[in-house]
């Protein structure tokens, strides 16, 4: 089973997701289309956080705007998975009146983008045309489209976003800075079997995000 794997290294700040124009996902099938990719302040020191406190419901963003908050069957299949990782790792969960060290939040990301092509584009320079004029009727017939006669598309992509937050600093620094962030997105992302494999997936590339012995 193919799985692509991409791990970033950012300065300190939040967390943002980047795009890019061409498509790694393009002509995969199934989970082997799915791609994960986290990101980590190099400066933090993983070992040192030790509680941790989860939101018990997942953002809904769609193109940039939060649209609410949701609680499915695959958002808790991704919030418990998130949760065994860390428990596993070495962090306690604790409630959010406990003051914990890590403050984590999980989102689901759609982005739909829109355009607009011209048919002719489509068009068999030899044949004339994709589409058979035998099937009309007119045999020997070519298609043709007026250079104003055009379609649209959207296209929508989802994501699966885990976002982590230093909250024991916070009030001496008088920020909450993001220290690490998970992305699953492709093919399937909004399942339940998907939730475990990929916040694992996100895990294992990060071996540094343990309480230290």
Known sequence: MKKII????????LLALASCKKDPVKNLQGDEGQIYITKHADSVNFGSFHTFSIADSVAVISNNQLQGKVLTDVDAAYINAVKTRLVQRGYTQVSRDQNPDLGITISRIY?????????GSY???YYG???DPYYWGYGGYGYYFPSYYLGTYSITEGAM????FNLRDAKQTNKISGIWSGL???????SVSTANN????LF???PYFKVSQ
């Open 204 to 206: 294992d590339q990060s």
């Open 123 to 125: 068009w068999d320079p």
């Open 6 to 13: 991409v791990t970033v290294l950012m300065a300190s700040g």
């Open 198 to 201: 990929g916040v694992q997936a």
């Open 184 to 190: 699953v997105r492709g093919s399937g992302v909004f």
């Open 161 to 164: 976003s885990i976002d982590i």
């Open 111 to 119: 982005n739909t983008s829109t355009g607009v092509f011209d048919y």
């Open 129 to 131: 045309s994709y589409w």
